[in-house]
């Protein structure tokens, strides 16, 4: 294994965790499966030698994870991003078990997409905010009784599933199946795309020109927003739109801007 690990462009995004000994734990899991590229959002105590005592013979995810002041700028050059989630949440988004997540994260690093995968903190996970940038949900399913797991262990469960999906594709398979595990659930949108998809930045970007003009317009009442923008950013990442469709919707925007003006 040369020292990238195997998935290059994979990266794991831990969100505002309290207890380093988490991290380290949590980096321990991912070198085991060859996952080593780890963003760290606002960490509550880091560095921290209980993360490196913790991450055992890790030590270098740790010491190379990059550390970040908010959720954008661990996933701006993303292309695919996916949210880990214990619970319900009250809008339903498109979700994956992580068998099915596994797949899609192999499946975008071999057509070229650098890959986000958000946990959440310990004491309440994810906010809805950051569950929003997501084009997936992931939940690891578990007894009744107690659904949130330690979460180093919930890194753990989703980098084995990358690493068997990856082993899987290096078996010699027929074309068909070949064909489904490399469909990314957008049609022919996968490997043979002739426009890069949008990454997380131009997708922050057009949502912000969206909800100007949505405002602009008078469509979009700030004092009540319902869950609109929630429906349109589920909408908008439920396409993954490309880069040049990114751009032409931002053109028709600034055509209604400059009509309104
Ligand atoms: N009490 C929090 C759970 C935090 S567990 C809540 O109710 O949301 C810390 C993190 O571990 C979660 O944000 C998620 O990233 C991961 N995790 C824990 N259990 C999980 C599960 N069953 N499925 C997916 N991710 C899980």
Redesign the pocket.
């Known amino acids: 294994m040369n020292e990238q690990g195997l998935f290059p462009d994979v990266r794991i995004v831990l969100v505002e965790t309290s207890h380093p000994g988490n991290i380290g734990a949590a980096a321990r899991a991912m070198k085991n499966m060859g996952v080593t590229s780890l963003y760290l959002v606002n960490p509550g105590d880091f560095p921290s030698e209980q993360a490196v005592y913790r991450s055992v013979s890790a030590a270098d995810v740790v010491e190379n994870a990059v550390v970040v002041s908010n959720v954008d700028e661990a996933l701006a050059d993303c292309e695919l991003i996916i949210g ?4 319900d949440r009250r809008i339903p988004w498109p979700m994956l078990d992580p068998k099915s997540c596994a797949e899609k994260v192999v499946a975008g690093q071999a057509s070229g997409s650098k890959v986000a995968i ?9 906010k809805n905010d950051e569950l929003h940038k997501c084009h997936y949900h ?5 007894g009744e009784a107690y ?5 180093a ?2 890194v753990q469960v ?1 980098c084995y599933e990358i690493l068997q999906a990856s082993l899987q594709q290096q078996v010699p398979c027929d074309d068909k199946a070949m064909a489904e595990a490399h469909d990314d659930g957008r049609g022919s949108a996968g490997e043979n795309w002739d426009i890069k998809l949008a990454t997380a930045q131009d997708m922050e970007h057009l949502f912000e020109h969206l909800e100007k003009t949505l405002i602009e317009i008078e469509f979009h009442d700030p004092a009540n927003p319902r869950q609109l923008l929630t429906r349109l950013r589920r909408m908008f990442n439920r396409i993954r739109p490309d880069q040049m469709e990114v751009n032409i919707l931002r053109g028709f925007l600034t055509a209604i801007n400059n009509r309104v003006r």
């Open positions: 880990t989630s214990a619970r958000l946990f959440g903190r310990e004491s309440r996970g994810l992931v939940n690891i399913p578990t659904s949130s797991l330690n979460l262990m919930a989703i």
